[in-house]
Nanobody, 123 residues
Framework: QVHLVESGGGSVEPGGSLTLSCVASGFVDNNGCMAWFRQTPGKEREGVASTHLLGTTRYLNSVLGRFTVSADKDKKIAYLQMNLLKAGDSAIYYC?????????????????WGQGTQVTVSS
């Protein structure tokens, strides 16, 4: 069982930056994938970015060049650095994890979920 706790959400003006963190407990080794999803009311949860604990990353096209996902494999913490934020990035952001390789950015690819953290981009 992997337990995930997110932090770092908040309110920011358009063009601003935020960094989300996700602390994972329960990984027994570094063969695991962590990801960030986001969801707004009435919409399906959308995969934003994923990273294997050993470094392979994947991104949603609309965040390429603005968001950076990374992981500290020793501390089992995943980060999502978000720059040039837009109003359309406002959502609840969820951390997700699975054992083994990063298979994709669909909800069904991930087994474990955090409780979510709100990100609001508004002037």
């Amino acid at each position: 069982q992997v337990h995930l706790v997110e932090s770092g959400g908040g309110s920011v003006e358009p063009g601003g930056s935020l960094t989300l963190s996700c602390v994972a407990s329960g990984f027994v080794d570094n063969n695991g994938c962590m990801a960030w999803f986001r969801q707004t009311p009435g919409k399906e949860r959308e995969g934003v970015a994923s990273t294997h604990l050993l470094g392979t990353t994947r991104y949603l096209n609309s965040v390429l060049g603005r968001f950076t996902v990374s992981a500290d494999k020793d501390k089992k913490i995943a980060y999502l650095q978000m720059n040039l934020l837009k109003a359309g990035d406002s959502a609840i952001y969820y951390c997700a994890a699975r054992l083994g390789v990063c298979a994709g950015l669909r909800q069904s690819d991930f087994t474990f979920w955090g409780q979510g953290t709100q990100v609001t981009v508004s002037s």
